[in-house]
């Protein structure tokens, strides 16, 4: 339960950085970004994978550059789903994608993995 709450709110921080550093993405209430961090929490639980199985072919060719437009399309999803989370177009999307990748990365990085030792 306590990782779920750290990744909501590293993906709130995420997305908030997002809005403030990526023209053509804002949102209209704090609210709003909340409930878009939960959104693209289930969003990438449940139709990330499906879409990266099914553009595998294309990530393959591109060298993995092709996930940075189907996680572009998970948020895209996200806002058209949610009505005070704006994306305007893919490049905003992408800008979206890497400032909340890069975010995670570091929240994980300063984290840590998940340890387990057998006692």
């Known amino acids: ?7 909501f709110l ?3 921080f995420g997305l908030w950085l ?8 804002d949102f209209l209430s704090n609210g709003s970004l909340l409930a878009a961090a939960l959104l693209l929490g289930l969003a990438n639980a449940v139709v990330r994978p499906v879409l990266t199985i099914l553009t595998f072919p294309l990530t393959i060719l591109s ?3 092709f996930l940075l437009v189907v996680n572009a399309a998970v948020i895209g999803l996200v806002a058209a789903l949610l ?4 994306v305007d177009g893919l490049w905003a999307g992408i800008g979206a994608a890497i400032v ?8 994980g990085w300063f984290i840590g993995g998940e340890t387990r030792r057998a006692d």
């Open 100 to 107: 909340t990748g890069i975010v995670s990365w570091i929240a």
């Open 18 to 25: 997002s809005s403030r550093l990526v023209p053509g993405v």
């Open 1 to 7: 339960m306590l990782r779920f709450i750290v990744q």
């Open 63 to 65: 060298f993995g550059l």
């Open 83 to 86: 009505g005070g989370f704006v």
């Open 10 to 12: 590293v993906t709130c």
